[in-house]
């Protein structure tokens, strides 16, 4: 019995010398000191050994199996130590290579998509003219998209821009106008800041109808501001814009934020397209903001820029800009790898 336990000690500590991985260890484990093991089943025969045998027998069946023990948790963190080192090596990559010249794919850099790009230019232009770049959430509270722009609930004019509602009560902004709101509450005049950021309609698409689009929104509020001070900001902001001189038409329009207010269009592909609201801000609308119209007036806009993009480029249907075809993307590189 004493040369069996022996046996099974020495081929247990020769298996997990030569074990190389965990799975063999566990194998050695199962077959020597496991339940079922070898050193189980010397335990388990004790009981018909003579008597004087028994000590002895148990005694060595106990230390073949702590020397097995240890000898398998030697091995056991020697061989994770060497996956550990191994897999910094089979997995470290270095980020810095550049892709081999036979790559199967085509190395081409992105570019900057281009409603990004006038949203750039737009924003140069109106730092240039003294206007501070501000910025708005796109879940808004009815609050701030409607009812302190003089549309409570219930006007009619709720309807003039279809609305995505949250199911917790709020809303995506269907405007960039509630930055109207924010830039008088967090401001004092004399304010010039413009806001540019998508915007989200649950509307009938077209060619020039998006459901997600983006808008610069424009607020001045100065001493004495009138309506020819607003038409020549934007006149001037327009060609700034393109590039180029384009001819544009204001019309009356209504906008229950602005008293008067206009819409004002561009020629684009020989017929008129409206590009922005805008007119002078409501008293109400200023008293919101927490400025006093007695004191103070002011004009506001709110204008398209995908549709600014459409005129830019001669693009006949603004559902290219957000369908993400990299063919026509593609055709705007910026020359800057985004
Ligand atoms: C407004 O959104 C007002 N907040 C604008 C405003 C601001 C008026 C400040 C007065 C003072 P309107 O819904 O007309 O108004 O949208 C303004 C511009 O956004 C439009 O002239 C058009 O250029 C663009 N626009 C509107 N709806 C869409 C759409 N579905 N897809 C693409 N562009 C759109």
């Excluded at 993009?309 to 985004?338: P, T, W």
């Amino acid at each position: 019995m004493l040369d069996q336990i022996r046996d099974i000690e020495q081929e247990a500590l020769a298996a997990l010398a030569a074990a190389s991985d965990l799975d063999a260890l566990e194998a050695v484990e199962a077959r020597t000191t496991g339940k079922r093991g070898a050193l189980a089943d010397v335990l388990r025969g004790i009981g018909k050994l003579p008597g004087d045998q028994r000590t002895a027998v148990g005694q060595a069946a106990n230390a073949a199996r702590k020397a097995v023990e240890a000898a398998l948790e030697a091995r056991r963190t020697a061989l994770e130590a060497e996956r550990e080192a191994a897999l910094g090596t089979l997995e470290a990559l270095d980020l810095t290579q550049p892709a081999p010249g036979d790559a199967p794919w085509p190395r081409t850099g992105g570019t900057i998509h281009p409603v990004q790009q006038l949203i750039r230019r737009v924003e140069d232009v109106c730092q240039g003219m003294g206007f501070d770049l501000l910025d708005g959430p796109w879940v808004e509270d009815e609050q701030h998209n409607f009812t302190a722009l003089n549309i409570p609930p219930g006007h009619p004019a709720r309807d003039m821009q279809d609305t995505f509602w949250l199911t917790d009560g709020h809303l995506l902004r269907t405007h960039t106008s509630p930055v109207q709101i924010r830039a008088m509450r967090e401001r004092t005049p004399p304010i010039r800041a413009v806001a540019v950021g998508r915007v989200f309609r649950n509307e009938e698409l077209d060619a020039t109808h998006e459901h997600t689009f983006h808008q610069i929104e424009g607020l001045l509020v100065d001493r004495e501001v009138n309506v020819g001070h607003m038409v020549h900001v934007l006149r001037g902001l327009i060609a700034e814009i393109l590039e180029s001189d384009v001819e544009v038409r204001l019309r009356p329009a209504y906008f229950p934020f602005v008293e008067p207010g206009f819409e004002m269009d561009v020629t684009y592909r020989g017929r008129w397209m409206e590009l922005l609201g805008c007119g002078l801000v409501h008293p109400d609308v200023l008293r919101q903001g927490g400025v006093d119209p007695a004191a103070w007036s002011g004009f506001a806009f709110g204008m398209g820029i995908d549709r600014l993009v459409l005129l830019k480029y001669g693009i006949e249907d603004i559902r290219h800009l957000m369908g993400g075809d990299l063919r026509f993307l593609r055709q705007f590189g910026s020359g800057v790898e985004a």
